[in-house]
């Protein structure tokens, strides 16, 4: 069957059509945010209306949205429409602080769902295909954010969700899969498993495509995962604040990662002074979602590092480009997909008496999976008790995993005895193998 080779008109806008688009639609959503408490006093502290927001230039005035603004308000408080009028919401993790939470609409999930099955169509998957996602369904993003842009597409879906790396084989085999979502480390961790029952991903499965996201990875880490499972691997940008996955989105070029500039605005900034960087150096993301009805964020501060990759790209979209994330201007680590910050762990080990304050995360990976080893300090008082320190152990793990949402180990160690740096303390140490 004759395919287009574009999945929406807005694709193919030239320059002054996206900022056309981008004027009315940021006018409209700054209107729209009026209807959030939260918008409303900060334009008010800001002394400046809606009205006042006229041009793309003049979003140079609003003050920036951050994480703190997320938590500050949570659950509901940046809503810009009555909670009646919402479907979903999708919560980070965490429970010791204020998770986040963003809220949508009837709309704002179908819009969600155009920009996911618009990055699958652009690099060739078709109805034919057989989607399979490996990604954490419920609040991971990356679930149902994948599962409606590959249904809306038409593609045969098979929503096998995080872990149990035998049984996504077996799907991949049995079922046909062509097109796979999965991290770069679980993408190697696949491979290994295939490896180790005697599968060769290239003769035994019909794999040819990989949307590949949700942790920074290089380009050789790319074209290692392209050549072991014989796909051809493009990097998937996304996240929560601004719905999920289908933010950006590599092109068969494979050359940056085109951000949809219909549903956002992009601004590149220094973390340090927040004015804009100069064209094409890396700084910190900022974005401005100007499609979107229950929670639309203005100037929201992602903190992942990149730049807008110079010069137009061969595939006939006009749409900006960035980088491969470089990493983040916070503390904020990244372990088998999911987003932890050292203070949540710090927040739990506090709990208990039985521990001194010095701890240490090590990230690892055994055996192709990505893990988290925390030591931790033993208060003075020693506790000569192997089975209660058997009980604190797993009471410890408990805790930490319903909060960071994966397993680590927990370590004891004797007081003074995790290395002293001058200064602040190394509280992470990354050890991951870099494919
Ligand atoms: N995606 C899919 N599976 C993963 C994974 C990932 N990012 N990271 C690890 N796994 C697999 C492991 O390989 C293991 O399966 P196996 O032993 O059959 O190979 C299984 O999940 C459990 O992993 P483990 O490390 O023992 O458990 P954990 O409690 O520390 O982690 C997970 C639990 C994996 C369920 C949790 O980390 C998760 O849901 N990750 C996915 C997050 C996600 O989808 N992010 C994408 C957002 S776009
Ligand atoms: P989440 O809100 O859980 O979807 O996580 C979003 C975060 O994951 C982003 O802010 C980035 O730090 C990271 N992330 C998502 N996609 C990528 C990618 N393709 N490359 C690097 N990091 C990514
Ligand atoms: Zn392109």
């Known amino acids: 069957m004759g395919y287009s080779k574009f ?37 008010r502290e800001a002394g400046i209306s809606a009205g006042d927001i006229r041009t793309l230039d003049d979003l140079q005035k609003i003050p920036f949205t951050t994480k703190q ?20 919401l999708h919560s ?13 609409s009837k709309k704002d999930l179908e819009q969600w769902a155009n920009a996911v099955a618009r990055c699958l169509w ?34 045969l879906t098979v929503p096998a969700g995080a872990g149990n790396t035998l049984r996504q084989i077996k799907f991949i085999t049995d079922f046909g899969t062509t097109v796979l979502h999965a991290i770069p480390s679980y993408a190697s961790r696949l491979y290994e498993v295939m490896c180790e029952k005697g599968i060769d991903p290239r003769r035994d499965t019909k794999l040819r495509i990989l949307a590949i996201g949700a942790e920074p990875h290089s380009e050789d880490t790319r074209k290692r995962i392209e050549e072991m499972l014989g796909v051809k691997a493009y990097n998937s940008f996304g996240m929560s604040e601004m719905c999920g996955p289908g933010v950006a989105f590599e092109c068969p070029e494979q050359n940056g990662m085109h951000i949809w500039e219909d549903y956002y605005i992009v601004e590149i900034i220094d973390p340090e002074t927040l004015k804009p960087v100069p064209e094409g150096e890396v700084g910190e993301l900022v974005l401005t979602t100007i499609n979107r009805e229950a929670m639309p964020l203005l100037r929201y501060r992602t903190r992942d590092l990149t730049r807008i990759l110079p010069g137009e790209c061969p595939c006939g979209r006009h749409h900006k480009r960035i980088d491969r ?3 983040r201007s ?20 506090m709990q208990y008496n039985e521990l001194a304050s010095d701890y240490l995360i090590t990230l690892d990976t055994e055996e192709g999976n990505d893990s988290m ?33 994966v397993t680590p180990k927990v370590k004891f160690v004797p007081k003074g005895s995790l290395p002293q740096s001058e200064g602040k303390a190394v509280r992470v140490r990354d050890l991951r193998k870099k494919y």
């Open 7 to 43: 999945f929406n008109p807005e694709e193919t806008l030239d320059r002054a059509g996206i900022e056309a688009l981008q004027t009315e639609r940021l006018r409209a959503t700054v209107a729209h945010c009026m209807g959030s408490e939260f918008y409303r006093k900060r334009f």
């Open 69 to 88: 603004d997320l938590r500050d308000t949570y659950p509901f408080g940046i809503a810009s429409i009555p909670l009646s009028e919402c479907a979903r």
């Open 92 to 104: 980070s993790s965490g429970t010791t602080g204020n998770p986040t939470v963003i809220l949508h």
């Open 122 to 155: 652009m690099v060739g998957c078709r109805p034919d295909d057989v989607f399979q996602n490996s990604s954490g369904y419920g609040m991971f993003t990356g679930g149902l954010g994948f599962q409606y842009g590959a249904e809306l597409l038409g593609m």
């Open 325 to 327: 994330i470089r990493g």
């Open 330 to 349: 916070d503390d904020m680590i990244i372990l088998k997909g999911v987003n932890i910050f050292p203070i949540q762990v710090e927040q739990v080990l």
């Open 373 to 405: 080893t925390i030591e931790v300090e033993l208060a003075n008082s020693f506790i000569d008790d192997y089975s209660a320190l058997q009980r604190l152990e797993r009471n410890i793990v408990r805790m930490l995993r319903d909060e960071i949402l």
